[in-house]
């Protein structure tokens, strides 16, 4: 285990109902604040109104920003920026899911921020240096999609509409104040949604356990305690998608899996996200959906790359799936295991190939390029355990057809 700093200043407030007494849980925050959500809401217009009307008899103003959509738009943050330094909001509040917390973190800190918005963000490896923010209005979380921890991390992902590129802050000024977590708001979540968040919880803990320090049996065991949860209760969802406890089980895992707790001492980079991120800016398309096929491809790439990747495949196959080490070697164990990541994602639902997400393949080389730009390093080559090239990264696209 590499040595770390953990530090997590997020005030989380977990229960069913407790985003009915949300006027409480933030009084001391300001007078006025904004109300964050997507521009197609009417699925969340109960919850909105029970959010406004809290604060309300709290004695604070509201201001609602409805525009935010799945992979959110610079061009709207800027006009939230705009309206809260109009209005003189104090603190900003999430409802929705990733997309509309990364959201209400860029313009929380983008209000005090002296540059163009643009410049908080890293696009690119070989761009000028990012600024980070280095003040925010406070900010509040109310998640209704247990997927991307965005309710207790410093991570915000936007994409500029006018350069097509899909970039992050990652600052610990981006930490919300409080995350009020109500796993009765995740129970309506249409089977879609709650299958590819799922899938993108999964991830976040894959890029760690695949591609961090690997000498913490610590942090293994409790990745696969977050994988084999994560999948049991997403098969128990799925049979019964009212059920609060299997949401709340899902929905706590979900935030552990990317809050910074199981990637400490670790180090990993994000080959998957970074590879996906382009996909996302490319062809809109959703986030988890972009993780499930390189959840596909880029294991089956790399399971067999060393004899290190074919025992590491093996041990995660063992763990989750009882794939059995005793009768096979590690190579037949790792491509057991890929195997069975596949047969997980069509089992729940989850599209993972470019034609189910409907990529056109003869624009696979561009897609090559932009990750080349986009999720390189300077020397060309994908951070990853072994690093990957672009002949490695085309042969990963020709995989994921
Ligand atoms: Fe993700």
């Not at 109960?46 to 959110?72: C, D, K, W």
């Not at 999430?94 to 997309?99: H, L, M, Q, R, T």
């Not at 986009?374 to 990264?393: Q, R, V």
């Amino acid at each position: 285990m590499k040595n770390f700093v953990l530090y997590n200043p997020v005030r989380v407030i977990f229960g069913n109902g407790e985003s009915n007494d949300v006027g409480n849980h933030v009084k001391g925050l300001g007078k006025k604040a904004m109300i964050v959500s997507y521009e197609v809401h009417d699925f969340l217009n109960p919850l909105l109104e029970r959010v406004h009307a809290s604060l309300a008899a709290h004695g604070m103003e509201t201001v609602s920003f409805y525009r935010v959509q799945a992979n959110p738009l610079l061009c709207h943050i800027r006009e939230a920026v705009e309206i809260c330094r109009a209005e003189k909001v104090d603190f900003c509040i999430a409802v929705g899911g990733g997309s509309v917390m990364d959201s209400t973190k860029a313009i929380a800190a983008g209000v005090p921020y002296p540059h163009d918005l643009w410049k908080m963000f890293i696009s690119r490896h070989d761009c000028e240096v990012a600024v980070p923010p280095t003040q925010t209005l406070p900010t509040v979380m109310i998640p209704t999609l247990p997927a991307t921890s965005s309710e207790m991390n410093c991570i915000a992902v936007a994409t500029n509409d006018v350069t097509k590129e899909k970039a992050y802050i990652y600052c610990p000024t981006l930490y919300p104040k409080i995350s009020i977590m109500d796993p009765a708001l995740t129970c309506s979540l249409p089977t879609f949604q709650t299958v590819i968040g799922a899938v993108d919880a999964m991830s976040h803990v894959l890029e760690a356990y695949l591609n961090g320090d690997q000498r913490s049996p610590l942090q293994d065991r409790l990745h696969e305690g977050l994988l084999v949860t994560i999948m049991d209760e997403l098969r128990a969802i799925l049979k019964d998608p009212s059920n609060v406890e299997h949401r709340a089980n899902m929905q706590w895992a979900a935030t552990l899996a990317w809050n910074g707790y199981i990637q400490s001492g670790l180090d990993a980079p994000t080959p998957m996200h970074q590879m996906g991120h382009v996909l996302s800016a490319r062809y809109n398309t959703p986030h988890g959906v972009t993780l499930a096929i390189f959840m596909d491809a880029y294991f089956r790439y790399t399971c067999t790359l060393d004899s290190e990747r074919e025992a590491r495949f093996a041990l995660l196959g063992e763990k989750i799936f009882g794939v059995s080490r005793a009768d096979k070697t590690d190579r037949e164990a790792a491509i057991a295991t890929a195997d069975r990541f596949v047969k997980f994602m069509d089992e729940v639902g989850a599209p993972h190939t470019l034609t189910a997400a409907k990529i056109p393949h003869e624009e696979i080389p561009e897609i090559a390029e932009d990750i080349l730009i986009h999720g390189c390093d300077a020397n060309g080559n994908l951070p990853s355990i072994p690093p990957i090239g672009k002949e490695g990264i085309l042969e990963i696209l020709n995989m994921a057809k």
